[in-house]
């Protein structure tokens, strides 16, 4: 007698399943890695990286915060892309719009590869309408994200465990460096250009 054939379905194979999360997991952190080694090992022809790496990378959690017109700037709009993230709460005077003039020029020097950068202005402020206005029409391809509630300034708060007023986020969603506020602009591009050149997200 032939025995009777199960209908019972086949458990799933718990090693297959761990083996593709671990190379999922390969493929998304390993960019990071490859530019956080670089940091740390110093591999640079021309000496030591100009920022401050943070270290750990603080991975950070994004809430939803709100631009100049009130629209919504979501957690999937910092990743896939470097951010160039500068803070300001003073409702940015002229030290802070020469600033942002300077990181203009460094995302511009990046030719080819400034598409894979943004530039973000984080102000957990009170500013006047009219000021953040003329700063936008300045700069139509900065992202300001101004306010005083709870999301905002929280958010802001969590650069501070690197202190400076410029801040590197990678692709991951990872706080990496810091910059001060007399930072020579020169040290970022050229922080940028190799991370750009040896990292493969974003």
Not at 10 to 20: C, L, Q, V
Not at 43 to 64: C, D, H, R
Not at 68 to 79: C, D, H, N, P, R
Request: with cysteine.
């Amino acid at each position: 007698m032939m025995s009777e054939i199960s209908n019972t379905p086949t458990p799933p194979n718990k090693t297959s399943g761990r083996k593709i999360l671990l190379i999922l997991a390969v493929i998304f952190v390993l960019p990071f890695t490859v530019a956080a080694t670089l940091h740390l090992l110093n591999l640079k022809p021309s000496g030591q990286s100009y920022g401050t790496l943070v270290q750990p990378p603080q991975a950070l959690e994004f809430p939803v915060l709100r631009d100049v017109q009130g629209k919504e700037f979501t957690a999937q709009q910092w990743l896939k892309i470097w951010s160039i993230v500068m803070m300001d709460s003073t409702g940015c005077a002229e030290s802070c719009q020469a600033q942002v003039h300077l990181l203009r020029q460094v995302h511009i020097s990046l030719n080819k590869d400034k598409h894979r950068v943004q530039r973000v202005l984080l102000m957990p402020a009170d500013v006047k309408g009219e000021t953040v206005k003329a700063l936008q029409k300045q700069h139509p391809d900065l992202m300001i994200l101004v306010g005083t509630d709870v999301e905002t300034t929280e958010f802001a708060a969590k650069f501070n465990i690197a202190g400076g007023q410029v801040y590197l986020v990678d692709p991951l969603g990872n706080l990496m460096m810091s910059y001060p506020e007399n930072m020579a602009p020169k040290g970022l591009f050229s922080d940028l250009k190799r991370l750009l050149k040896n990292s493969w997200a974003g």
